[in-house]
């Protein structure tokens, strides 16, 4: 995250006040130990797991059967979303700026309910497989299919594969001192092995396992590092005085801590994560990723009941608490303990340490396991990141077979066997795993200060006119095909608009402003999400209402208010592979998602208790 000058002008130096280890690469019997075990255990949950589902068939591979308990439901959603780039990221970001990047994670308790009480309804009587599949039978036509997924594997590959490849390669950098390339090819194909043979039931159930290492593996390092720190209350106290001795050239302005760096809510025009757009602009971000993305969304899919849907969201809900004191907090302390390594201002001085000379605040991390785990625990902490980095590429590979498989080769090849569509997922996957490593060199040569910022800003500026289809897709009847395409494409033209500049011209630093035009970039990226939600959904209205409407006879149990009807629905398009038994003939083959009163009963309040704990955390920290 990009760091605002402070309005402060004098404050404390403070020096690291821990020794540094002169021992930061993992080489000993007891950690390699540890991390041959984890393998060990995690490809033998793999091949358990293959045996548990039916690999043959589409849905066994792609939906696991729609099978899965809560559990595993919602241990693969935490799983799925914390990467790799989640320990590198949030830890930079917070040593950077404090608390306020954790928004980002608790924004998503409200959101993931959002997900599984009125979107997955939606798509489970819909009967679909892929979220461009409920386009396409919401709208007809194949334009908006086609467009959603390219647009989808577009920025799998450059953004979500980018991030957790580079914060990978930092940590295994810090940590092993392995060559880079050696190391990520060595994962990538340990993933793909088992994202090929074993399909999605083989990553719901390796993804529980490794979210329990994930916590486990994090807490572990969370005490060790509050200990060193001397607790919360010190940790509160010394980071506002976390500053580096070298300077260089930089102005001690840019070197402090923000003044605002314990505040949840900034302002809304100077903070560098201003409060409507940290409440409003994310929102609208995080529709798209939790309520319409392949990769989540899928997850919910494979569940066997809509109440398996809505626990497993709250149990993801419960778990997004943690990353503020898993990851955030954790990467504050690493700024107080190692200040002139991870905080460090001076281009020469951040050069010598990470080889950035933009800013080192992404070893945070990675420098608190080399320098406080002792041996075996360190094994245990590299297994964590391994654990994260692979669960969330695995996850990638799957869903993107998915989209690959079902909406882009069925339209090259519409009377393919099954069995070529599981061998055409395979090898989609294989192709995938070769696209990441050649972008490897360039994710090296990215900006590691800004890797956070990257990734939230590429959202913020292709993501909004997605939400803005799906949620009036959902809600609003009268919106066409028409409408929906055309409002698609014109908010990608704005966001290419404000994206190109961005990247063309670079954000800048405190140090070294961006000479992007301010009328372009000087609007916060999550401010641009609000506007360009709004614009979208404007032109979606506004050519909708211009256009024939779509009848309600071809709208049934595919819009919110139209869910539950069990009248035979006529079809916009060919009906795809996973539509009912028989196409629409009698209402004993319609899907049926009527709760037991006493499980809705349950779920709500499971939901209104985590809303509760999610409500009290936000005000307490704003």
Known sequence: MATVTPETSSVPTATSDTPTSSNTAISNPADISVIVGYFVVVIGVGLWSMRRANRGTVGGYFLAGRSMHWFPVGASLFASNI??????????TGAAAGIAVAGFEWNALFVVLLMGWIFVPVYLTAEVVTMPEYLKKRFGGERIQLYLSVLSLAMYIFTKISVDMFSGAVFIQVALGWNIYISVIALLVITT?????????ALMYTDTVQTFVIIGGAFVLAGFAFNEVGGYNALMEKFMNATPTNLGNVSA???LPRDDSLHL???AASGDLPWPALIVGLTIVSTWYWCSDQVIVQRCLAARSLKHVKLGCVLCGYLKILPMFLMVMPGMISRVLYTDDVACVDPEKCQSVCGTAIGCTN??????????????????????????LMSSLASIFNSSGTLFTMDVWRKIRPQAPEKELLLVGRVWTVCLVAFSIAWIPIVQAAQGGQLFDYIQSVASFLAPPIAAVFFLALFVKRVNESGAFWGLIGGLMLGLCRMIPEFAFGSGSCSKPTSCPAIICGVHYLYFAIILFVCSALII?????????????QLYRLVFSLRHSQEPREELGKPGVYDTKVTEEGSSALPDIRENPKDAYIVNINAVIMMTCAIFLWAYYA
């Open 193 to 201: 092995i088992y994202t090929v043979t074993g399909g999605l039931a």
């Open 363 to 388: 070893i945070a991390y990675p420098k608190l396991v080399v320098e406080l785990m002792p041996k075996g625990l360190r094994g245990l902490m590299l297994a964590v990141m391994l654990a994260a």
């Open 541 to 553: 209205l506004a050519v909708s209402y211009c256009t024939p409407p779509i009848p309600d006879t």
């Open 253 to 255: 302005a840019c070197a």
């Open 83 to 92: 990467g790799s780039g989640h320990f590198v990221g949030l830890a930079g």
């Open 265 to 267: 809510l900034r302002d």
